[in-house]
């Protein structure tokens, strides 16, 4: 039925968009980095799990527990030897949300450059767990399903640790306000520090579940970055349950879109949307107002 | 003309007549690096030329730059090429003020990501239309332009793009732009359309792009979306703006040169670590220049700025009027059924506790926010519901409770910024921006950037720029706060003053000292309402207006 046919799809995609921005909103909400680069990591992760599956036939999911924590580390690293620079030298936050971009773009341009040279430009995928099977009338891979219950998963975590525990409450402290934050006791350095590691290790969890059933290249990283803030900033930044809608919505629409129109026009519809929802409410469907 | 700028006219010259000459001289690999050089500039100075002062990042430079190119090659076969040059711009143009409009008014990180997707939304949309309609992807451009004269065209625009840089940051609006990049809240209250004067330098701008993009097309004699449109183009603009520093003319050209060149030995000697090196460059120029090469040198250079004389309006009779205002933020009544009248020459003091509404009202007063019910009179004039800069113009001046100056400019610029577009004249003569400093007591630092002041100083600051407006009247959200028993002679001194030279006052305050002092009437708010009006005298002897500060059981 074209109905299922469109919305599971449009789930499975849904739900990486909100996994993936999941990790955006962190590293921008608290870390107030906005990682342009967010994307290549993405790639890199997927990387990553192709040559573990193809080299050492290392399921994806195995794959997770090496490539999250990796990446936590090395984003760990780039904000604690660069990034932590910017935060140092801007007193307001306008300007370092400038530098951020600028510097991270760089660091995007060193990544691709990388992946480039080690794996050339044409596209890559493997076959994992590629099992049709019939739900609701329409035929869907068994991956597309692993990677949706992961992210559902994840997500979850996250979500708890974020709203349940102590550390959660403080990392959600700074995002609404550092300097308060740092009044009450809290190291908001260190949590930046965190909170970006954390950010980049759901990104490398993003990158290895989309392997599984996308096509990518080493080109492909800005395109994901797009979605990803597309997500961050039309659910309201800072805002999980906002990132959920935006990201099913947003997954929904584009399957729909290539579907029912033309598959060349799919970043054009999120771009509609993006613009249309900013158009309503500047700050995002979920968004508080900031006068 | 002395000896030593008679030799610089004729190094200039001399200079000039090379650039001139390239095509004369050099073979054709060292012409297509002038013509890459050349192209860069006019986008690099462009770019520079919007995303400078006010530090809006656009990465749409390859969207305007594709748009000339495509229209240029799709118009190649039907099209004089004067013809087809204005109808790039036209295309660049246009497309420029749609977007801006839609996506100007969103802050900084919301138009950095917008102008990022832009050359990839219209990149799709011209590959489908090709793909649909078309019936083919891509255009072949056949043209009788040499690479001669390519370089010749890309000169001249260089040259009118630099002109209109310069141009630009002579008239009022230069000063307008950077006003905006310091603080838009406080432009708009100075008097400047911000809107307007952001939307109109962005397609300026883009048109830029554009008709560079339409020359360059004869280039490639075969062009598709994804040459036209390539993502890489709006990157390496930013990063030579960057490098040479885009708050000046001439920063951008500072970058592109060494560059272009980099770029040139890199696509030769490391074809495939292109991208790693570019990424570096990048890292490195944002960590190691902020403020781009021009950085390192502006200081060196003094920079005279000169301002076009004017004469100062006549303030005629005044009389503010407000009938029953109210303003809802969501169920919350932040002001309720207020009235109100202020006469010719008149302070009118605002007082009640935190929370009571005044400051609402005063954002009412000078259109920071639109009243959900009521009118507001200037004069014969209803304000309510106009933008902040037409309320500005209309003689209308306010400080912040919180306060706001343009950290970047200078003290004198900031004080200019306000007179740019008040009514009658046009910006205010040196010599009257010297007088409103000494007015408030800041006449021997004008050039120090407002940044740098302490927070009297920048209230002081803040205080000329609202009268740099010619107000007929002047709104004080809590000016005297903060200040030390010294200062805040001096202030109430300097408010007298003010009002001995006929200007008429509203004042929100805390300090009953200066309330006391300065004003003729009083009123008094509580959760949103008037509670009590008339000479201080009376109104703070009164009953409930002790309650209201103090609490039932206290009073």
């Known amino acids: 039925m074209l109905l299922f046919d469109i919305l599971l799809p449009g789930l499975v995609l849904g739900g990486m968009y909100v996994l993936i921005a999941l990790g955006l909103t962190l590293q921008y909400g608290v870390a107030r980095i906005m990682n342009l680069s967010y994307g290549e990591a993405l790639v890199a992760a997927s990387f990553a799990a192709l040559s573990l599956y193809t080299g050492l036939s290392l399921s994806p999911l195995l794959a997770l527990l090496l490539a999250v924590p990796i990446a936590a580390v090395l984003n760990w690293l780039l904000y604690r030897l660069l990034l932590v620079r910017l935060v140092r030298r801007n007193k307001d936050a306008g300007a370092q949300e400038v530098d951020s971009i600028l510097v991270t773009f760089g660091v995007l341009f060193v990544i691709q450059g990388l992946m480039l040279v080690a794996f050339g430009g044409q596209y890559y995928s493997y076959s994992y767990l590629s099992i049709p099977v019939v739900i609701l009338g ?154 | 003309m002395t000896v030593r700028n008679a030799i610089l006219m004729i190094i200039a010259l001399l200079l000039g007549a090379a650039i001139v000459a390239v095509p004369l001289y050099a073979n054709g690999y060292y012409l297509a690096l002038g013509i890459s050089i050349l192209y860069f500039t006019v986008l690099a100075t462009a770019w520079a030329m919007f995303s400078g002062p006010t530090r809006y990042i656009s990465l749409a430079t390859a969207a305007f730059f594709g748009i000339g190119a495509y229209s240029a090659a799709i118009t190649a076969e039907t099209l004089s090429w004067p013809l087809q040059l204005l109808v790039a711009a036209g295309a660049g143009g246009v497309v420029a003020a749609i977007t801006g409009l839609s996506t100007l008014r969103l802050s900084g990180i919301y138009f950095v990501i917008f102008s990022f997707g832009l050359a990839e939304l219209i990149r799709q949309l011209v590959i489908w239309y090709e793909v649909n309609v ?166 060196l250079l003094a920079r ?25 933020f969501g169920g919350l009544r932040a002001v309720e059924g207020v009235s109100l009248t202020v006469a010719q020459g008149e302070i009118l003091g605002i007082i009640g506790p935190n929370g009571s509404g005044k400051t609402t009202l005063l954002n009412m007063l000078s259109g920071a926010l639109i009243p959900t019910t009521g009118t507001i009179r200037l004069g014969d004039a209803v304000i309510s519901g106009l933008p902040a800069h037409k309320i500005a113009r209309l003689g209308l001046a306010r400080t912040f409770q919180l306060v706001r100056v343009m950290p970047e400019l200078s003290i004198a610029e900031n004080v200019a910024a306000a007179a740019l577009f008040r009514a009658g004249a046009s910006a205010g003569s040196e010599t009257e921006i010297h007088d409103l400093l000494e007015l408030v007591g800041l006449g021997r630092r004008s050039d120090t950037p407002a940044g740098e002041l302490t927070y009297i100083d920048q209230k002081r600051l803040e205080l000329a720029r609202a009268l740099a407006l010619e107000p007929r009247i002047l709104l004080l959200d809590e000016w005297l706060a903060g200040l030390n028993p010294s200062e805040l002679e001096t202030g109430i001194a300097l408010i007298a003053r003010l009002r001995d030279r006929g200007l008429t006052i509203v004042m929100v305050e805390h300090v009953m000292d200066a309330i006391r002092a300065l004003c003729n009437r009083c009123l008094v708010m509580s959760a949103g309402k008037v509670i009590a009006s008339g000479t201080p005298e009376v109104v703070l002897a009164d009953r409930t207006v002790i309650t209201a500060y103090l609490g039932e059981a206290d009073a």
């Open chain 1, 138 to 291: 329409s035929t869907l891979a068994v991956n597309r399903l692993v990677a949706l219950a992961f992210a559902a998963v994840i997500g979850t975590a996250v979500y708890l640790a974020l709203t349940r525990t102590r550390l959660g409450t403080a990392v959600r402290a700074v995002a609404v306000d550092a300097r308060a934050a740092s009044l009450v006791g809290i190291d908001v350095a260190a949590l930046a520090g965190f909170a970006f590691a954390f950010g980049g290790g759901l990104v490398a969890a993003g990158g290895v579940l989309v392997s599984m059933f996308l096509t990518f290249n080493a080109a492909m990283g800005v395109v994901f970055t797009m979605k990803a803030l597309v997500v961050v900033i039309m659910g309201g930044v800072g805002n999980v349950m906002g990132a959920l809608i935006a990201g099913l919505l947003l997954g929904i629409v584009e399957t729909a879109v290539a579907r029912l129109v033309d598959p060349g026009l799919t970043l054009a519809a999120t771009y509609t949307l993006f613009l249309a929802v900013l158009l309503v409410r500047p700050t995002g469907l979920f968004g508080k107002a900031t006068s």
């Open chain 2, 134 to 299: 078309h019936k083919s992807v891509g255009r072949y451009l056949f043209s009788d332009i040499t690479q001669e004269v390519l370089y010749w065209q890309l000169l001249g625009l260089a040259v009118v793009v630099l002109l209109a840089g310069y141009a630009l940051n002579r008239s009022r609006y230069g000063l307008a732009l950077r006003a905006i990049g310091a603080d838009e809240t406080a432009a708009r209250h100075a008097g400047i359309n911000a809107t307007l004067v952001k939307l109109g330098v962005f397609v300026a701008s883009a048109v830029f792009m554009s008709v560079a993009g339409a020359m360059m097309a004869p280039r490639w004699t075969y062009i598709d979306p994804a040459i036209a449109f390539n993502p890489m183009i709006s990157f390496q603009v930013v990063i030579m703006a960057l490098l040479g520093g885009a708050t000046h003319l001439l920063g951008p050209l500072l970058g592109v040169v060494p560059l272009v060149l980099l770029f040139e030995v890199l696509t030769a000697a490391l074809p495939n670590h292109f991208s790693i090196v570019l990424g570096l460059v990048f890292v490195a120029i944002v960590m190691a220049l902020p403020q781009g090469v021009i950085g390192l040198i502006a200081p």
């Open chain 2, 304 to 328: 005279p700025h000169a301002k076009p004389v004017a004469m100062p309006a006549i303030a005629e009779s005044p009389l503010l009027s407000v009938e029953r205002v109210s303003k809802s």
